[in-house]
């Protein structure tokens, strides 16, 4: 069986030498849910787009189930679904409507839309809307229509460009839980995202690209695991003291302190399990009353930063 | 689990007619046809009811009875609004409205999209003029007592006429960038820009403009008189000068030719520019 997504070399330039995607390979394995993680304007949806035939390539290759994207854009489509942007719908026409429509183009018989319509529908939490105009839906309802229609025909690669950007914090929870819902599921997913707590929580690989390069691509787990570097945050009972700080400062491992608060430091420590274990009993040893010491933002946070600044 | 069913997308031309089948809904829902539809029939009950409302008789000669309904105030004015509701954003909207991002990563070719829109733009605007002469002719019969061959022929040269004018509105609508630009600039263009410039190329400046469609629509009112008039013109003297204005008629077969000519360079001009266009933004 083909590969579900491959870029080869692939390329997109706008001229004036301003390259939005320069050289990206990419093999995605099948029934992996792959986050795409990068900047603003690091090449993610430019990537998605000449993917969905949205954007001409430049130079280079994409391939969808084995099928030259721009070779054969109707065959390469043909089992791919795929929400990119935020995109629009025609207002006047309903969910049921839209998911005829969409269906019937992607060779769907009438009674297979009315099944699967049902269980989209009841998928994405939208089935009392299923005879509305479309133009009276929010974004965020739009959004979980638009991730309903990339699910109707039942494709084994869906591929989604930043499918939270936009929505309130409850629409963010939403979809999150529809991806989930699809993790559970046999698909290849490929999801654009800003977020990396979403990426972390649902991704079991990443690919990470900058300028349009790719930096790292790997499962999460063995991406995390390459971290040298963690951040912890350590809230005492009693005041910071600052002949205890210097110390903390000369211990073997801590490569930053901040002070937050005067209850409430941070530090970037490079170690193991049991060296940060015997870090804790040192800052005991301080005199220092410690309430909590805990690791401090996520670790593909911080693996991401070192990637974004060491390719600038 | 999800099992992936592998389905093969349907043969290009049933895509067309999804497309086209589509197309039509939407326009119906959006309340376009409607409106359409609503300025048909009160132009229809203009050229039928002004005249008794007037005092005057309708004229009993069929021919003569068939004109005011193939005359460029008439039947090219239904033309050129059609044209511009259902042709002069069909591409840009796309674009604009972002329903491009929902359509275009499917398993259909641009090719097939363009097919599908322009099958439903000339479905529309020719169900339109095909009402239309389907009115004037029964009422022809029923107050003239028949109706000529000249009606026939109007109405093919309508129908042709109709197709280049959509021609122009989706060449229009996959060049510019935004929606009421593109149906502000077809109507403008149909309706004004084309007549003045044959205006003032032909009548004043003594060129026939042949190639000019507004002037090849003419053809669609003209060929109910019989005899076919000819190109004439007369001085007059103003302000101490003589100035001679040109009426020049077109030529059936080199309309014919002309109306073809726009239909098929300007589909073939949108097709290119439509594929060639990329949903950027």
Not at chain 1, 14 to 37: E, I, M, P, Q
Not at chain 1, 120 to 144: A, C, N, P, Y
Not at chain 2, 268 to 274: C, E, P
Request: with cysteine; charged share 20%; aromatic share 8%.
């Amino acid at each position: 069986m083909q590969e579900p997504i491959v870029l080869e070399n692939l390329t997109k330039d706008y001229g004036n030498s301003f390259k939005a995607v320069d050289v990206l390979n990419l093999n995605v394995k099948r029934n992996s849910f792959v986050g795409f993680l990068g900047p603003n304007g690091a090449g993610k949806t430019t990537t998605i787009k000449m993917l969905t035939n949205l954007l001409t390539i430049t130079s280079g290759k994409a391939y969808l189930n084995g099928v030259d994207v721009s070779a054969d854009p109707k065959n390469a489509l043909s089992d791919i679904g795929a929400v990119v942007e935020t995109p629009e719908f025609y207002p006047f026409l309903t969910p049921v409507e839209t998911f005829e429509y969409l269906g019937s183009l992607r060779g769907m018989s009438k009674e297979e839309v009315r099944k699967r319509g049902k269980e989209v529908l009841e998928l994405v939490k939208m089935t009392e809307w299923s005879t509305t105009r479309i133009g009276k839906f929010s974004k965020g309802m739009k959004q979980r229509i638009a991730l309903a229609q990339a699910l109707i025909h039942e494709p084994s690669v869906i591929i989604l460009d930043e499918p939270t950007s936009g929505l309130d914090p409850r629409g963010m929870v939403e979809v999150r839980e529809v991806l989930l819902e699809l993790k559970k599921r046999d698909y290849t997913v490929f999801m654009s995202s800003h977020q990396l707590n979403e990426v972390q929580e649902i991704c079991s690989e990443v690919a990470m690209i900058d300028h349009g390069r790719l930096l790292a691509y790997d499962s999460v787990t063995s991406l995390i695991s390459k971290i040298e570097s963690k951040r912890l945050e350590v809230r005492i009972a009693n005041q910071v003291i600052g002949g205890a700080m210097d110390s903390v400062r000369g211990y073997a491992g801590v490569e930053l302190l901040n002070v937050l608060t005067p209850s409430t430091f941070q530090l970037d420590f490079k170690g193991g399990e049991e060296e940060q274990a015997q870090l804790l009993l040192f800052l005991q040893s301080q005199g220092l009353k410690i309430v909590s010491f805990k690791e401090s933002g996520l670790a593909l946070e911080n693996l991401y930063m070192n990637l974004i600044k060491s390719s600038r | 689990m999800a099992t992936s069913l592998k389905r093969s997308p349907p043969s290009d031309m049933k895509q067309v007619m999804l497309v086209a089948r589509y197309d039509i809904y939407k326009h119906l829902r959006s309340r376009r046809l409607l409106g359409l539809l609503v300025i048909e029939t009160l132009l229809l009950v203009l050229i039928l009811a002004l005249p008794p409302l007037l005092g005057h008789q309708y004229n009993k000669d069929p021919d003569g009875y068939m004109s005011s309904f193939a005359s460029a105030n008439t039947i090219n004015l239904l033309i050129i609004i059609g044209a511009t509701l259902f042709a002069g954003d069909a591409i840009v909207s796309e674009y604009q409205n972002r329903t491009g991002y929902l359509i275009f990563p499917n398993p259909v070719k641009k090719s097939v999209l363009f097919a599908g829109k322009l099958l439903a733009s000339v479905i529309i605007i020719d169900g339109a003029v095909l009402i239309w002469y389907g009115v004037g002719m029964l009422s022809g019969v029923a107050i003239t007592g028949s109706v000529t061959i000249l009606a026939v022929y109007s109405l093919l040269l309508a129908l042709l006429y109709s197709i280049a004018c959509i021609g122009v509105g989706f060449f229009l609508s996959a060049l510019m960038k935004g929606s009421t630009g593109a149906l502000v600039f077809t109507f403008a263009l149909l309706f004004l820009i084309l007549p003045i410039v044959d205006f003032t190329v032909g009548a004043i400046g003594g060129v026939k403009p042949e190639i000019s469609l507004a002037f090849a629509g003419g053809t669609v009112g003209d060929v109910m008189q019989t005899p076919y008039p000819v190109d004439s013109n007369h001085t007059q003297h103003i302000g101490g000068q003589n100035l001679t204005l040109y009426s020049w008629i077109p030529n059936v077969t080199t309309s014919i030719i002309v109306m073809l000519g726009y239909s098929a360079a300007l589909g073939a001009l949108t097709l290119v520019l439509f594929k060639r266009r990329e949903m950027v933004g």
